[in-house]
């Protein structure tokens, strides 16, 4: 079965909702569209597909051979910037209804960047810096949650 939602024949919601739930039920919760990402709230805890191990596989240039995964986004942005010789702006655009795990992935999504950004600096002062500036932006994610309300004690998920 595809990653990628453009090669549903025929593209209907019906054929694409059933991909879809195929995915999940596979333990896919990334699929991809184009070259947007659909993540799928999986109802229960997977800290293993957020590991410094799976940072490390997406962060060696080979994001595109793996599957669809929020850290593949963030390394195209990363890549996108440092390809360039003149700085270039990049966003990513993490939307849903609330609930939907918006906070969860902005925060792995920094903490991927940050993490895969200190690899890139050899000197030792460099990478106390990293490190001052990762711990500033994984400390900025309560204003994140007080600005859009989405910490959640419990939210009662209905799964397919």
Same mark, same amino acid.
């Given at each position: 079965?595809? @990653?990628?939602? &453009?090669?549903?024949? *025929?593209?209907?919601?019906?054929?694409?909702?059933?991909?879809?739930?195929?995915?999940?039920?596979? #333990?896919?919760?990334?699929?991809?569209?184009?070259?947007?990402?659909?993540?799928?709230?999986? !109802?229960?805890?997977? *800290?293993?597909? +957020?590991?410094?191990?799976?940072?490390?596989?997406?962060?060696?240039?080979? +994001?595109?051979?793996?599957?669809? @995964?929020?850290?593949?986004?963030?390394?195209?942005?990363? #890549?996108?910037?440092?390809?360039? =010789?003149?700085?270039?702006?990049?966003?990513?655009?993490?939307? #849903?209804?609330? #609930?939907?795990?918006?906070?969860?992935?902005?925060?792995?999504?920094?903490?991927?960047? &940050?993490?895969? &950004?200190? $690899? %890139?600096?050899?000197?030792?002062?460099? =990478?106390?810096?990293?490190?001052?500036?990762?711990?500033?932006?994984?400390?900025?994610?309560?204003? %994140?949650?007080?600005?859009? $309300?989405? @910490?959640?004690? @419990?939210?009662? +998920?209905? !799964?397919?």
């Amino acid at each position: 079965m595809s @990653h990628d939602l &453009t090669s549903v024949s *025929p593209l209907t919601e019906e054929q694409v909702l059933s991909a879809l739930q195929a995915r999940y039920e596979q #333990g896919d919760i990334y699929t991809t569209a184009g070259f947007t990402l659909i993540a799928m709230n999986p !109802c229960r805890s997977i *800290p293993e597909i +957020y590991s410094d191990d799976r940072i490390s596989s997406y962060s060696e240039d080979k +994001y595109d051979e793996l599957p669809p @995964h929020i850290f593949a986004v963030a390394e195209k942005a990363l #890549g996108n910037m440092n390809r360039n =010789l003149q700085p270039v702006n990049q966003s990513i655009v993490v939307s #849903g209804e609330s #609930g939907a795990g918006k906070t969860w992935t902005a925060r792995n999504l920094m903490r991927y960047l &940050t993490a895969t &950004t200190s $690899k %890139l600096s050899k000197r030792r002062e460099s =990478l106390a810096l990293v490190s001052s500036i990762e711990q500033q932006v994984l400390d900025s994610n309560p204003i %994140l949650e007080a600005f859009g $309300k989405t @910490h959640f004690q @419990h939210v009662n +998920y209905q !799964c397919w």
